[in-house]
């Protein structure tokens, strides 16, 4: 477990920040923005929890891909191969795997799509929405880093299949697709 007893080091005042291996980088390197944008998004999810209606299983699907996202951030932190990478927490299989479990189940329920879907029709799916893209710059930093150093294919097929689950999740949100805003092709030219 971790244990935080001081918020501030000064040790970022210079523009670095250490990795979990105690290496030290650029703040803006792109390992920092792919941990960092992973965060943005997990913090777009925790909005999204205020929207969720009193859904139980929906709150708790998204507490767990929140905690996930944590394991993400740690798993990006401690490069592999380096220092300290040896029993580092990592992104798994079972994870990935429950995603599309819930995916699926989700889905089952919705009608087939005819159009694109445009962010909105409820706050909750709004906000899985903006979740979603946010999700997906994180992806492609990561796919981008994975290009320059290695990078788990556990955490890029999760980073990967979340954005599906949140997409999944939005159309549920609205109630089970009845209301999501469907893109109306030209219909203001």
């Not at 999204?48 to 951030?73: K, V």
């Not at 029993?87 to 819930?102: M, S």
Request: hydrophobic residues 40%.
């Amino acid at each position: 477990m971790v244990r935080l007893t001081r918020i501030y080091t000064r040790g970022g005042d210079r523009g670095q920040t250490s990795l979990g291996d105690g290496s030290r980088v650029a703040k803006q390197s792109l390992r920092v923005e792919a941990f960092g944008t992973v965060d943005e998004a997990n913090a777009a999810i925790g909005l999204a929890r205020l929207h969720t209606g009193g859904d139980p299983e929906a709150d708790a699907m998204l507490a767990r891909i929140q905690n996930d996202l944590f394991d993400l951030g740690a798993d990006l932190c401690v490069p592999e191969g380096g220092r300290r990478s040896e029993g580092a927490l990592r992104i798994v299989e079972a994870q990935v795997e429950r995603l599309e479990h819930e995916i699926d189940a989700m889905n089952a329920e919705l009608t087939p799509l005819n159009s694109f879907v445009l962010p909105g029709g409820s706050p909750a799916a709004a906000y899985l929405h903006l979740a979603r893209t946010i999700v997906r710059r994180a992806e492609r930093l990561m796919v981008l880093l994975s290009e320059q150093e290695t990078v788990g294919a556990a955490a890029i097929k999760y980073i990967n299949r979340l954005s599906d689950h949140l997409f999944v999740m939005a159309r549920y949100a609205n109630d089970r697709g009845a209301k999501d805003v469907l893109w109306k092709p030209g219909a203001n030219r």
